[in-house]
C-alpha cells in the first residue's frame, strides 16, 4: 500500500475510532468543575477525553503496521512512551488534582526520559550551511525546554470549546503534509494518526458535550513537540518549521506570560488574561474564538509546508514574518482588552 494512502487511512481510522471511543469516555464521569478562575463553563462537564484519542491514535496506527507490515522508528515509539506517560499523570490531575510543582517536576522527569532515549534535537540549522552541533547536554535541555513550553501552552489554551484542540489537530495534519511531502514518513504517520484522534474528539468538544482535560492536552503537546523535534533531528534545515506550525499556541502564552511579569502577577497562578480569554470576556462565543484561531492555525500550516518543501532561507523568514504578525495582532487584542476593562479583571 502506497506510503500516503497508509497516512490518510490512519487519519480516518484514528477519527472514526475517536468519536467512537469519546462517547465512551463521557460515560467514566470524569468531571471538570468551573472551580478555576480560567475556566469558562457555567456546569461540571464530562472530562478527560484525552484517553479516547489516546486510544484512538494507538488503534489507527497498529492498524496501519498490521495492514501493511509498517515499521516504526525506534524514536516515534519513545515519543509514544512519553506521551502516555503524560497522559497518565494529566488523568491523575483530573481525578486526583496533582499540586502544581508536582506535576511541573513530574513533567521534567518525563521529557528528561524522552530526551535521553533519543527525542531531542543534536544539529540546529538555522540558515543554510549554519549548522550547530550541540553537545548532548544542552540538546537535551534545549529539547526539555521545548517540550515543557509546547505542553504547557497546549494545556493553558484549553480554555474554550474548539479551541486549543482545533488548533492542534491543524498543527498535526501541517507536520503530516510537510513531513510527507519531504518523505518523513513514520513522522507523517504518527502525526496523521493523532490529527484524526484529534479530529474525532472535536465532534464531541465543539458543542460542549467532552472536554479534553489535562489528560488530553498533555498528551497532545508531547507527541507534537516530540515528533516535531524528530523532524528537527532528521532535517536540522527545517529548524523553524516546527515554531511556525506552533506559533498560534506560543504567541499567546508567552506574550500574556511576559505581560503577567511586567505587571507582577504571579504567573502560575489561574487567570483569565491570554488574548482568546479577552475576546471571550468581550462578548464573542466560544465557536467565534475557536474559528478565529482555526484560521490563524490553518494559515500557519500552509506557510509551514511551503517552507518545510522549498527549504533554504525561506523556513527563517517565514518564522520571522509570522513572529511579527503575531505579536502585532496580542499587543492590539491586549490594548483592547485593557481598554475596555477586561484584562486582569475576571468577569463572571
Request: with cysteine; hydrophobic share 60%; net charge neutral.
Amino acid at each position: 500500500m502506497p506510503e500516503a494512502i497508509s497516512i490518510l487511512l490512519a487519519f480516518g481510522i484514528a477519527a472514526l475510532a475517536a468519536v467512537i471511543l469519546c462517547r465512551l469516555v463521557i460515560f467514566l464521569r470524569i468531571m471538570d468543575a468551573p472551580t478555576e478562575a480560567r475556566k469558562t463553563q457555567k456546569a461540571p462537564t464530562p472530562s478527560a477525553g484525552g484517553l479516547g484519542m489516546a486510544l484512538a491514535a494507538a488503534i489507527a496506527i497498529v492498524s496501519i503496521a498490521v495492514l501493511t507490515g509498517w515499521p516504526l522508528d525506534t524514536t516515534n515509539i519513545v515519543i509514544s512512551a512519553g506521551g502516555l506517560a503524560c497522559l497518565a499523570l494529566g488523568l491523575a490531575d483530573d481525578t486526583l488534582h496533582v499540586p502544581a510543582l508536582a506535576k511541573l517536576l513530574l513533567l521534567l522527569a518525563i521529557t528528561l526520559g524522552m530526551t535521553l532515549a533519543g527525542a531531542r534535537a543534536d544539529v540546529l540549522e538555522a540558515w543554510p550551511d549554519a549548522v550547530l552541533n550541540l553537545p548532548m547536554a544542552l540538546a537535551v535541555a534545549g529539547s526539555i525546554v521545548w517540550l515543557i513550553v509546547l505542553i504547557n501552552a497546549v494545556n493553558f489554551m484549553d480554555g474554550a470549546n474548539g479551541l486549543s484542540m482545533g488548533m492542534a489537530a491543524i498543527a498535526a495534519a501541517g507536520l503530516a503534509a510537510v513531513s510527507a511531502l519531504i518523505g518523513v514518513w513514520d513522522i507523517a504517520l504518527l502525526a496523521a494518526a493523532l490529527s484524526g484522534a484529534i479530529g474525532g474528539f472535536l465532534v464531541w468538544n465543539v458543542p460542549g458535550k467532552l472536554f479534553v482535560g489535562d489528560t488530553g492536552a498533555l498528551f497532545v503537546g508531547a507527541v507534537l513537540g516530540g515528533l516535531c523535534l524528530e523532524l528537527v533531528r532528521l532535517r536540522p534545515d527545517l529548524l523553524f518549521v516546527p515554531p511556525i506550525l506552533a506559533m498560534p499556541f506560543l504567541s499567546d502564552v508567552l506574550l500574556t506570560l511576559a505581560w503577567r511579569a511586567k505587571h507582577g502577577k504571579k504567573l502560575f497562578e489561574a487567570h483569565r488574561d491570554h488574548a482568546y480569554q479577552i475576546a471571550i470576556k468581550g462578548g464573542l462565543k466560544h465557536w467565534q474564538v475557536a474559528t478565529i484561531h482555526a484560521v490563524w492555525a490553518l494559515n500557519a500550516a500552509a506557510i509551514a509546508i511551503i517552507a518545510g518543501v522549498v527549504g533554504g532561507q525561506v523556513p527563517l523568514l517565514a518564522f520571522l514574518v509570522l513572529l511579527l504578525v503575531s505579536t502585532w495582532l496580542h499587543i492590539w487584542v491586549r490594548r483592547v482588552g485593557v481598554k475596555a476593562g477586561l484584562v486582569g479583571v475576571d468577569i463572571p
